[in-house]
């Protein structure tokens, strides 16, 4: 079974704060993203990765940097948060043969809340 | 650009009533996929389907099937005899080789479907 799973349910930080979300998979997936949902404007893809050490900008990577170590792990941070990073938190991966068009899995996302 | 409009932002029925939910797109493309995912009231996005842009046919599995029609540029999908737990927000999404820079899916706002006992 496919498993990607968010280190936190529900997290509530302080304004100015640096904020670590952290995401694995365990399929072995080469791609990872990560994503911010919003009431009203749905889905919006922040940064995704394609390998160890790389990354590349989404549509909305302003306030935020991204980091992937090792293969299983993508690691979001908002490196001083602020009100208007209060949202859902998607983690998704996928497999990596057909970049664009491989089925994405999801974690249970991350709801965060900024002060 | 890739686009997704899903019109109907929330539709309720009565259990057992069937219910199609509708999802438009636009691509550039001829070489693209649409998916559909089912978001629970616990968050997690749940991979229901995958369809390329070469493949018409329309998929049934258990009550859900979906419609394809390229000439209409939509992916319709319909729950048959619906039931309580089919209650959730459910997204179209599209992605195709264009890239534009963004490698991710492309998603409809969703479609927040309410079954009533």
């Known amino acids: 079974d496919v498993k990607v799973t968010q280190s936190s349910r529900y997290l509530v930080k302080r304004t100015g704060e640096k904020v670590f979300l952290e995401c694995v998979q365990d399929?072995?997936?080469?791609?990872m993203f990560w994503y911010r949902q919003d009431p009203g404007l749905g889905l919006r893809l922040i940064y995704f990765s394609y390998d160890v050490k790389m990354k590349e900008k989404g549509d909305i990577p302003e306030g935020y940097s991204v980091s992937r170590e090792k293969k299983e792990r993508f690691s979001l941070i908002l490196e001083s948060a602020s009100t208007n990073q209060t949202s859902m938190y998607l983690c998704?991966?996928?497999?990596?043969?057909?970049?664009?068009?491989?089925?994405?899995?999801f974690g249970p996302g991350t709801r965060l809340t900024v002060l | 650009a890739q686009k997704v409009t899903q019109a109907q932002t929330e539709i309720s029925v009565v259990e057992k009533e069937d219910v199609t939910l509708d999802c438009v797109y636009e691509t550039r493309d001829t070489t693209y996929y649409l998916f559909w995912y089912k978001q629970p009231p616990s968050g997690e996005l749940v991979f229901l389907i995958r369809r390329n842009s070469f493949d018409e046919q329309n998929e049934i599995s258990g009550r859900y099937s979906w419609n394809f029609q390229k000439s209409t540029s939509s992916f319709n999908f319909t729950i048959t005899a619906s039931q309580v737990v089919d209650s959730a927000v459910y997204f179209c999404a599209l992605s195709d080789y264009s890239g534009g820079g963004a490698d991710g899916l492309t998603f409809g706002k969703g479609t927040h479907l309410i079954i009533q006992p």
């Open positions: 399929m072995d997936h080469e791609n």
């Open positions: 998704a991966s996928s497999l990596g043969q057909f970049r664009n068009t491989d089925t994405q899995y």
